[in-house]
């Protein structure tokens, strides 16, 4: 992120659901997740290691993900993270709940003055 970007706080719990998005296209590792968020955000939100990696295990002992390991595109091991059928239906749900919430809160700032 540019030095001259804001900086971009999570709400409480939405980095759950925008891991849970990530792991839905596919099979990946944590720290491509991290790079996928960036990438995808356009460069707004920047997930730390220390934030990202307790959200992946609590994801998986919540059994939304799985993970196993394997040789990632450098050879290296990594644990790579796929997407339960709790997990999907997880996403589905809090999906809705953020289209809902985003629509109140844009209707409360599109309000006139």
């Known amino acids: 992120m540019p030095a001259d970007s804001p900086k971009s706080d999570l709400l409480q719990g939405t980095l759950d659901v925008l891991i849970l998005k990530v792991v839905a296209l596919g099979p990946i590792h944590g720290y491509a997740i991290a790079q996928r968020l960036q990438q995808m955000s356009a460069n707004v939100l920047q997930v730390q290691q220390g934030s990202l990696?307790?959200?992946?295990?609590?994801?998986?002992k919540r059994r939304w993900l799985e993970a196993e390991w394997a040789a990632s595109d450098t050879g290296r091991e990594a644990r790579f993270y796929t997407l339960t059928r709790l997990g999907r239906a997880q996403l589905q749900e809090q999906r809705a709940n953020?289209?809902?919430?985003?629509?109140?809160?844009?209707?409360?700032?599109?309000?006139?003055?």
């Open 98 to 113: 953020w289209d809902r919430l985003s629509a109140a809160i844009s209707g409360v700032l599109a309000a006139a003055e």
């Open 53 to 60: 990696y307790p959200a992946l295990h609590r994801l998986e």
